[in-house]
């Protein structure tokens, strides 16, 4: 029988949301989480991106830059609830610091440009919420905005999202006119005096009572389509009750079949306390979602998020300060106090916890302890890196980390003074700590430093930093894309014989193995595909999975210019063993030098990184943009007229990118804008292949 203090320590954990803020860049991500703390009383003065007094994008680049880098936990209480949130950055470069914020997150507010409606970047974070299955309600934003249109925007929801739009309010006003919201459920106004914080809610404005009729009509028919009680009291009523339409949206938001939708100015503070409201009417608490699986070993072991449970936690970032380490937490199960020792799952180190601090962006409060559903910053760990499980020492736990995406371009970094070369790998080593999606390496021919990340901003972030916080003079090359090497055309039936003696036990192995392109097919890993068609037990089943290492190990480096190989299907066709001189080993060895072998004799492409490139210009200059998108090998998709300007969508190289922002203001004076969204990898024409290989 459960005690009183379990029972209390449940009815917390349904106060508290984990909720992520998620949007395009320039959506107004930052400014509706500003809003937010503004109106929960968290701070007394409103933060502006534009002024740079913002509370979230702390960071001295952020504030000249004008977007979100680094994302940034704050918490909040409203009504009894707190809000624990996450700012995350919208700009394709940082999409990995998304996926980590995601991965321990229980919710999200997907914020959308009542102008723009749904951007690339936009489709791009939704589609990384649905691999996570976070649920989440949508905030069509700045309808204050010539253009501004909610219906547009929902439509571009409905179609490019392919998700049910169930909206729950209609905007008062249109453009500079925009005073206030009518609540469908409540069917009443929510109207903002200029200048005031708080809304006033009165009786739906007579012009709009018939519009707010119909749009509840259509709200109660998609939410009985889709919610069987719901269904139910339709059929009974021909109508729904507000209590059963809060319930079914509750249902709807948290299975992912419908998302509900709000609207409002959050630069004007319009629109905020009714999304907090939704937050904290239908996105989840940690009591409301699944426990947490991890694995031991070969075992599969859940967590519930019980306060009382053995402690278990995901480490997902990781940030060196002027106070020290600092390594955000998202609390899964059990409880953290201050000087407790804990367990990095991973590593197998033990870590001592000296501190628990409640974070609001780059400022902290102290707390004793944090507790099953908590997001909190500790200090004292040594060495966790992001995606590390933090568990008790008795109670051993793994956590699936976030997965980290494979860098797409690289540049050579040295420090000017040869002095300062070590003090500068010391800077790298530590950021590619904080950033997994940041790799380092020395080239074995050049002897050069590389740096690789995910797009030019990132690299020309980083080294940025190394610059202001260690006071380092760093040289940065031109960057590089990385290339990929995929089949064409393939082999069957490649014999390799692998028979090495020189006293004592031999090695032998032979294996027979057929190599095809592999297609991407659903749920079929897109890189590589192995399978074994042996009979008769002439290549037992633990040397199949030897061979199989080794094929992955030659993926490494292709025939081409020793960049790694995708898209390759390899079938083990035959072998034959010896009864002393076989071993796993061996067969691991002829894996490797028999696909080595086929990828020579097979036909061969490079691929190249593409993004599909979004450009925002005037009128007038779309003759000039479309010529040098041409230029740059670019394939244009679509073009349309949105809000008085021309918007190009276009599949361009990502290496013919560099140094386009440049280009494109000089071209539309300053009046031009761009976003890229990563597509994958394309073969590349043969000037750029032989000057790779």
Known sequence: MRTHQHRSLD??????????????????KTTVTERILYTTGTTHKRGEVHDGTTITDFDSQERDRGITIFAAAVSCTWAGHRVNLIDTPGHVDFADEVERSLRVLDGAIAVFDAVAGVEPQSESVWHQADRHAV????????????????????????????????????????????????????MRALVWADGADTCEECEVPAEL?????????LLEEAVAELHPAALEEFCVRSALSEATLTAALRDLTRTGEGVVVLCGSAYRNRGVEPLLEAVVAYLPSPADVPPVRGTFGDEVRERAADPAGPFAALAFKVNATATGRLTYLRVYSGTLEKGQTVLDAGTGRRERVGRILRVQADRHVDVDAAVAGDIVAVIGPKSVRPG????????????????????????????????????????????????????????????????????????????????????LDVRVGRPQ??????????????VYRHVKQDGGAGQFAHVVI??????????????????????GGRVPAEYARAVEAGCRDALAEGPLGGHPVTGVRVTLTDGATHPKDSSEMAFRTAGRFALREALRASAMVLLEPVV?????????????????????????????TRGGAAVVTATVPLAELFGYATRLRSRTQGRGTFTTRATGYAPAPAAVAGGTA
């Open 11 to 28: 009815a917390a954990l349904d106060t508290v949301r984990n909720i992520g803020i998620l949007a395009h860049v320039d959506a107004g």
């Open 135 to 186: 649920p989440r309600i949508a905030f069509v934003n700045k309808l204050d905005r010539a253009g501004a249109d909610l219906d547009t925007a929902v439509a571009s929801i409905r179609d490019r999202l392919r998700t049910v739009p169930l909206v729950v309010q209609l905007p008062i006003g249109s453009e500079d006119a925009f005073r206030g919201v009518v609540d469908l459920l409540r």
């Open 209 to 217: 009572r018939e519009e707010a009729a119909r749009h509840r009509r």
């Open 388 to 471: 590390a499980t933090l568990c008790a020492p008795d109670a051993p736990l793994v956590l699936e980390p976030p997965s980290v995406a494979d860098p797409v371009v690289s540049v050579a970094v040295e420090a000017r003074r040869s002095t300062d070369t070590e003090r500068l790998m010391a800077a790298l080593v530590r950021l590619a700590e904080e950033d997994p999606s940041l790799v380092v390496r020395t080239d074995a021919e050049t002897g050069q430093t590389v740096l690789s990340g995910m797009g030019e901003l990132h690299l020309e972030v980083a080294a940025e930093k190394i610059r202001r916080d260690q006071g």
């Open 481 to 494: 894309v990385a290339h990929r090497e995929t089949l064409v055309r393939g082999v069957s039936g490649l």
């Open 514 to 535: 057929d190599v095809e392109p592999l297609e991407a097919d659903a749920g079929e890993d897109a890189v590589f595909a192995f399978h074994s068609a042996v009979v």
């Open 612 to 640: 599909e490139v979004t450009v925002t210009v005037p009128d007038d200059a779309v003759g000039g943009v479309l010529g040098d998108l041409a230029a740059r090998r670019g394939r244009v998709s679509g073009s349309t």
